[in-house]
């Protein structure tokens, strides 16, 4: 019986540490390697756990949907813009930018999205 939990503790420590390896390399990858699009907010989920915005956003012709927790920022719940960072190979992997809104002038964006957040 020990046996069998010291093989689950192992490997649950491994799984854990895969795990975080990953994460890590894809912040890091996201934020050398990211691209830059314009989100559209698109209502508000209450959950015990805290509120999520949803939001959608366009790579390439594909739109994408994602929900994020607001934290410390009020941004807009339904038809705010905001700036977003993606991963070029894997736009599913991405961070809204509670605090950078897009401003109105800014209406379109390039098909590959910016390597940087554009002066306006």
């Known amino acids: 019986m020990k ?7 192992i490997v649950l420590g491994i799984t854990l540490i895969v795990l975080l390896i990953v994460i890590t390399k894809q912040r890091i ?3 050398y390697g990211g691209r830059y699009t314009i989100a559209v907010t ?7 756990g805290g509120n999520r915005v949803k939001f959608y956003f366009e790579v390439l012709g594909q739109q994408y949907v994602g ?9 807009e719940t339904s038809g705010g813009r905001y700036f977003l960072k993606y991963l070029p190979h894997d736009p ?14 800014l209406k ?3 098909v590959e999205g910016w390597k940087e957040i554009p002066n306006y």
């Not at 930018?97 to 002038?105: A, E, I, N, R, Y």
């Open 3 to 9: 046996k069998i939990k010291y093989i689950i503790s």
């Open 29 to 31: 990858e996201l934020a």
């Open 42 to 48: 698109d209502g508000l989920i209450r959950s015990s």
């Open 67 to 75: 929900e994020h927790k607001q934290l410390k920022y009020n941004p």
């Open 92 to 105: 599913k992997i991405n961070n809204i930018l509670w605090d950078k809104p897009v401003p109105s002038q």
């Open 108 to 110: 379109e964006v390039p």
